[in-house]
């Protein structure tokens, strides 16, 4: 595992301080070029982390082109292809390790328009994590086939209901937190990966009492590459929401509890 990186950039987001916008990556090199650019005009007051799981089709040298020409971007070469939540974790723990005071989850392929980005920046002044949400008010879902969209509305209302977090979308995976935040939660517990790595980061993050703020996003479907998203991922995401709940449930009734777990959940 290695990095590289540029010089470093003092300055910082009005407000939240300096913001590291983690983007993992596998198979991306037609799109990593573009989402950094965007990111950059987007925001630029943030830098950027590739976090790269050794991809073949050469998307590692192509974001160590970046770093070069540009000292907000930074790489972190990583072994091998260990997942998305490994990719974030890595991404935390190199934020944490230079200071930087958020970070940003953010996809390679696009879905994630970093237009968006300055919204959930402005939320993340008051808030200690902002998901960037498909399915609060004002957010759009574009080039969706209806499978999609029904497995999404059904697995978010499934999380709600069996966590009793009050999400719109807990699995939406483009989002800020604050590393105060992350420090309050126990990452090292944290195993899982795609839909059930966002579902688990949002509970740790609710039964911490973190204030969470969903702000509306457009989200489109990936025009280059292809997706990630397989039935071993929503099986995994559903045992796992599955167990969760039933964790919860004995911890509520060994300590006589009624209710869910305590939390600070706010709409703009």
Request: hydrophobic share 45%; net charge neutral.
């Amino acid at each position: 595992m290695g990095e590289t990186t540029g010089t470093r950039a003092d300055t910082g987001q009005p407000g939240v301080g300096r913001v590291l916008v983690v983007i993992p990556t596998y198979n991306e090199a037609d799109n990593v070029a573009r989402i950094v650019a965007r990111v950059r005009r987007a925001a630029p007051a943030v830098e950027i982390l590739v976090a790269d799981d050794n991809s073949p089709d050469g998307t590692g040298a192509v974001a160590d082109a970046l770093a070069g020409a540009d000292g907000r971007v930074h790489v972190l070469h990583r072994e091998g292809k260990q997942g998305l939540g490994a990719a974030y974790l890595a991404g935390f723990a190199w934020a944490r390790e230079r200071g930087f005071d958020a970070v940003v989850e953010m996809d390679a392929d696009g879905s994630h328009a970093p237009e968006d980005l300055p919204a959930l920046l402005a939320a993340a002044r008051d808030a200690d994590v902002v998901i960037g949400s498909r399915w609060t008010g004002g957010a759009r879902v574009v080039n969706w086939p209806l499978r999609r969209l029904l497995l999404s509305r059904c697995g978010n209302l499934y999380a709600r209901l069996a966590l009793g977090m009050p999400l719109s979308d807990a699995t939406g995976g483009y989002r800020v937190y604050r590393l105060a935040a992350l420090d309050a939660i126990d990452l090292e517990s944290v195993c899982s990966q795609g839909y059930s790595f966002q579902v688990e980061l949002s509970r740790l993050a609710h039964r911490s009492g973190a204030r969470i703020v969903e702000v509306p996003i457009t989200f489109a479907e990936r025009e280059r590459g292809s997706s990630k998203m397989s039935p071993l991922i929503v099986a995994e995401a559903l045992w796992r929401i599955t167990t969760w709940a039933v964790q919860d449930r004995r911890v509520a009734l060994r300590r006589g509890l009624h209710g869910t777990p305590t939390g600070q959940v706010r709409w703009p």
